[in-house]
Nanobody
Framework: QVQLVESGGGLVQAGGSLRLSCADS????????MGWWRQVPGKEREFVAS????????FYGDSVKGRFTISRDNAKNTVYLQMNSLQPEDTAVYYC????????????????WGQGTQVTVSS
C-alpha cells in the first residue's frame, strides 16, 4: 500500500529556491515510478516531473525544464523536487504521485497521490 506525505512547501520570493520531499510509508516504493504535479485553483492539474524507479530516467514539464530537478532516495523511501529560480507563476499546490499506468502525462493514470503542499512565490 502506498501512502505519500509531502513536505517542504512554503512562501519564497521570486528567484529563490525550495526543496519538496515526499515520503512513502509503503513497502513498494523502490519499485514504483514517482512524479510531481501541481494545481492552481480553477485550472487542470499540471505535470511537473517524473522519475523512474531506478532514478535514471527523468521527464519534466516544459515550464520547469532547467529550473527543477526530481530525484529519489530508495533507501529513504523519498522522492524530492528541487525548485530553483522560482517565479510567481510557480505558485500552486504541489502533489506527489506514484505508480502510473500507461500515460505518465495524464493525471488520471497515476494511482496514488499525496495530500499536497502549498508553494507560494511572491514577486
Amino acid at each position: 500500500q502506498v501512502q505519500l506525505v509531502e513536505s517542504g512547501g512554503g512562501l519564497v520570493q521570486a528567484g529563490g529556491s525550495l526543496r519538496l520531499s515526499c515520503a512513502d510509508s509503503g513497502r513498494a516504493f523502490s519499485t514504483l515510478p514517482m512524479g510531481w504535479w501541481r494545481q492552481v485553483p480553477g485550472k487542470e492539474r499540471e505535470f511537473v516531473a517524473s522519475v523512474s524507479w531506478t532514478g535514471s530516467v527523468t521527464f519534466y514539464g516544459d515550464s520547469v525544464k532547467g529550473r527543477f530537478t526530481i530525484s529519489r532516495d530508495n533507501a529513504k523511501n523519498t522522492v524530492y523536487l528541487q525548485m530553483n529560480s522560482l517565479q510567481p507563476e510557480d505558485t500552486a499546490v504541489y502533489y506527489c504521485a506514484a505508480d502510473p499506468d500507461g500515460n505518465w502525462r495524464d493525471p488520471a493514470d497515476w494511482n496514488s497521490w499525496g495530500q499536497g503542499t502549498q508553494v507560494t512565490v511572491s514577486s
